[in-house]
């Protein structure tokens, strides 16, 4: 049992954000991806390829591949994403067992617990890179547009997911076209930002050891668009 001044720095660091990154460290005897950041977008962008084209090879799911990860895993990316049941990134990108990991939770923003998992991700799985995935016609995303353009309340347990996307509706209101796929676009892009600019994060991606991007996935087309961040 952690002592008590020990617990709370612990859950003070988690509620910042200011996580203590640098000591963790994964169990296990399972070694790093050797893939470079944009090795590692690239081999999620040909998943999302074999995805959309129903691919027919399998995804390796079976007992030995099991037992080789029971000791240790060694994702190649990370992935945060919606909790939208249409949404799962496994299979949008052709990925098996201990090959991406996974920060999910409706409208992919990125909470403390989120940052923690990434970080987490990052520093002691040693991803390479990470995906921001927003997607078509999000339901937290359209929720958010209502509370802006309608006025609708906003339940409070609901804001502290709804309240980023609503400064992402904001952000994008004045722009021309589809008010909610604009601030779908804009809600993933925001969260690559927060990631990109959190010192956690910065010198990984300064020295090029660390990718960070937003996507966007199609649910009519089952296709992922890397966005301009």
């Given amino acids: 049992m952690l002592p008590r001044r020990s617990a709370l720095g612990a859950l003070a660091c988690a509620c910042t954000g200011l996580l203590p990154i640098s000591p963790l460290r994964a169990a296990g005897p399972a070694p790093r991806s050797a893939l470079s950041p944009d090795q590692a977008i690239a081999r999620l962008m040909e998943g999302n390829r074999r995805f959309v084209a129903d691919d027919p090879v399998p995804i390796d799911a079976g ?6 990860l029971a000791a240790g895993q060694a994702p190649f ?19 098996g067992l201990g090959e991406v990991f996974v920060a999910r939770v409706a409208g992919n923003t990125v909470p403390p617990a989120g940052l923690a998992t990434i970080a987490y991700g990052v520093e002691a799985l040693g991803t390479p890179a990470v995906m921001v995935l927003g997607h078509e016609r999000c339901g937290a995303v359209i929720a958010a547009v209502e509370a802006v353009t309608r006025g609708l309340p906003v339940p409070p347990l609901m ?8 400064a992402a509706v904001e952000a994008v209101r004045d722009e021309p076209g589809d008010l909610i796929d604009n601030a779908v676009r804009e809600n993933a892009r925001a969260g690559a930002r927060s990631l990109i600019r959190h010192p956690a994060f910065a010198a990984r991606i300064d020295g090029g050891s660390l990718k960070v ?3 966007r996935y199609d649910l009519d087309h089952a296709q992922i668009e890397l966005l301009p961040v």
């Fill in 159 to 166: 804001l502290p997911i709804l309240a980023p996307i609503i």
């Fill in 63 to 68: 007992a030995v591949r099991r037992q080789s």
């Fill in 213 to 215: 991007v937003a996507a």
């Fill in 77 to 95: 990316a990370s992935i945060v994403c919606c909790a939208d049941s249409r949404v799962a990134p496994e299979l949008l990108v052709r990925a």
